[in-house]
Antibody
Framework: EVQLVESGGGLVKPGGSLRLSCAAS????????MNWVRQAPGKGLEWVSS????????YYADSVKGRFTISRDNAKNSLYLQMNSLRAEDTAVYYC?????????????WGQGTLVTVSS | QSALTQPASVSGSPGQSITISCTGT?????????VSWYQQHPGKAPKLMIY???NRPSGVSNRFSGSKSGNTASLTISGLQAEDEGDYYC?????????FGGGTKLTVL
């Protein structure tokens, strides 16, 4: 059974940093591109970042470019999101999602999400 | 890039059919075969319902169907059931990034 479990969310002050993790199981993690998608309270989905299976290709939404860094460790079946210079507008539930098409934005499995709250 | 445009809400009675539209541009929906639809229930993660404009993942009811014409994609749900109530989001791959619609709240009356 495919499972994605996010962790690392919490309360952080504006300007602070946080590192999210996503532990994957039940599939060959190293064969799939992975993504982070977020959802602000009461709002819609927003794609944040994607990373190819071998980390050769990485993309970010303009809203997080220069502040967030996506990475992965295929040996540990884990995906990460390093978030720096956090702003109030980064407050959201962050989901990791597997791309079944391996690049074309078809997110067939999602984690349960981890809440990040940026507030003083 | 701006989010894809979806109606804020739609509603229908059990057994009826409804259609949710998703309007973008020639740079995203109009120029992409990688349009997907997701269903989300309150407090839950999104679930993939349609991919590649009109394909259903295994396990998704054939009451759900997708199509595209020009810059607008559509999700049709036939034979509405109470469990279909929730939020629906379209998405389009746009060359390295994925653009989501603003979401549509479906109410089953």
């Amino acid at each position: 059974e495919v499972q994605l479990v996010e962790s690392g969310g919490g309360l952080v002050k504006p300007g602070g940093s946080l590192r999210l993790s996503c532990a994957a199981s039940g599939f060959t993690f190293s064969s799939y591109s992975m993504n982070w998608v977020r959802q602000a309270p009461g709002k819609g989905l927003e794609w944040v970042s994607s990373i190819s299976s071998t980390s050769s290709y990485i993309y970010y939404a303009d809203s997080v470019k220069g502040r967030f860094t996506i990475s992965r460790d295929n040996a540990k079946n884990s995906l990460y999101l390093q978030m720096n210079s956090l702003r109030a507008e980064d407050t959201a539930v962050y989901y990791c999602a597997r791309d079944s098409s391996n690049w074309y934005g078809i997110f067939d499995y999602w984690g349960q999400g981890t809440l990040v709250t940026v507030s003083s | 890039q701006s989010a894809l445009t979806q109606p804020a809400s739609v509603s229908g009675s059990p057994g009826q059919s409804i259609t949710i539209s998703c309007t973008g541009t020639s740079s995203d929906v109009g120029g992409s075969n990688y349009v997907s639809w997701y269903q989300q229930h309150p407090g839950k993660a999104p679930k993939l319902m349609i991919y590649d404009v009109s394909n259903r993942p295994s396990g998704v009811s054939n009451r759900f169907s997708g199509s595209k014409s020009g810059n607008t994609a559509s999700l049709t749900i036939s034979g509405l059931q109470a469990e279909d109530e929730g939020d629906y989001y379209c998405s389009s791959y746009t060359g390295g990034s994925t653009l989501f619609g603003g979401g549509t709240k479906l109410t089953v009356l």
